[in-house]
Nanobody
Framework: QVQLVESGGGSVQAGGSLRVSCTASGNIRSLNYMGWYRQDLGKERELVAR???????TYADSVKDRFTISGDVVKNTVYLQMNSLRPEDTAVYSC??????????WGQGTQVTVSS
């Protein structure tokens, strides 16, 4: 009954931008943190960005100064603005959230493809 719903993925050319969103639905009061991970074919999943309930942000070195995470973790919504996209950013982007009970939720993932 508690789910993470992602949207906003797609295909763009190098240098373009995309904005993905994640919303937690169901009987939820608030979340401790929400973040984005990505995994491309043949590679391990890696943290892209994370936003905590107190507003603290964390970014992977490969995306800092290009990506921005924002939203309201308490209200169960987070966004990832991706600018200056590169082919190496191509991956399935998945939303992750921790409930106040410490239970972890994962979204189904949304494909981001960047063409050269």
């Amino acid at each position: 009954q508690v789910q993470l719903v992602e949207s906003g993925g797609g295909s763009v050319q190098a240098g373009g931008s995309l904005r993905v969103s994640c919303t937690a639905s169901g009987n939820i009061r608030s979340l401790n943190y929400m973040g984005w991970y990505r995994q491309d074919l043949g590679k391990e999943r890696e943290l892209v960005a994370r936003l905590t309930a107190d507003g603290t942000t964390t970014y992977a070195d490969s995306v800092k100064d290009r990506f921005t995470i924002s939203g309201d973790v308490v209200k169960n919504t987070v966004y990832l603005q991706m600018n200056s996209l590169r082919p190496e950013d191509t991956a399935v982007y998945s939303c992750k959230a921790q409930l106040r009970s410490l239970r972890v939720l994962w979204g189904q993932g949304t494909q981001v493809t960047v063409s050269s």
